[in-house]
Nanobody, 126 residues
Framework: VQLQASGGGLVQPGGSLRLSCEAS????????IGWFRQAPGKEREGVSC????????YYRDSAKGRFTISRDDAKKTVYLQMNSLKPEDTGVYYC????????????????????WGQGTQVTVSS
C-alpha cells in the first residue's frame, strides 16, 4: 500500500490550494481516508476525513466552511480543497487510511489510521 500526497505550496492568506492523495496497492472503496497536518513543534491533528460506502465527511471545527474533502474511487484519489487559507493552516499535510469509517467522535486519533503518505508542505504567509 502506498499513499502519495501532493499539491502543497506557498500561498497568501485568503488563498486556496487543492491537495491530492493518490493510493496504490489497494481497493480504495473499502477505506476511509483522512487528512492530517502537523505544524512545527505541535502534534499531528486531524483536519478532515471521508468514510467509505456512506461517504460521510468530517472536519475539525477550524476547517468547517473552508475545506472540502472528496474522493474519486475510480482514480484511487482523495482531494482536499482548502479555501480562505490562514497562517494557522501552515504545516505538513498527510493523508492516511483506515478500514471503512472515519470513526467518531471526530477528529479520530492518528494512531487509529493504518497507512500513511509522506506529507506535503503547506505554507500560508504573506
Amino acid at each position: 500500500v502506498q499513499l502519495q500526497a501532493s499539491g502543497g505550496g506557498l500561498v497568501q492568506p485568503g488563498g486556496s490550494l487543492r491537495l491530492s492523495c493518490e493510493a496504490s496497492g489497494l481497493i480504495l472503496d473499502y477505506y476511509a481516508i483522512g487528512w492530517f497536518r502537523q505544524a512545527p513543534g505541535k502534534e499531528r491533528e486531524g483536519v478532515s476525513c471521508i468514510s467509505s460506502s456512506d461517504g460521510m465527511s468530517y472536519y475539525r471545527d477550524s476547517a468547517k466552511g473552508r475545506f472540502t474533502i472528496s474522493r474519486d474511487d475510480a482514480k484511487k484519489t482523495v482531494y482536499l480543497q482548502m479555501n480562505s487559507l490562514k497562517p494557522e493552516d501552515t504545516g505538513v499535510y498527510y493523508c492516511a487510511i483506515r478500514d471503512l469509517f472515519c470513526g467518531t467522535p471526530y477528529p479520530t486519533p492518528p494512531a487509529e489510521f493504518d497507512y500513511w503518505g509522506q506529507g506535503t508542505q503547506v505554507t500560508v504567509s504573506s
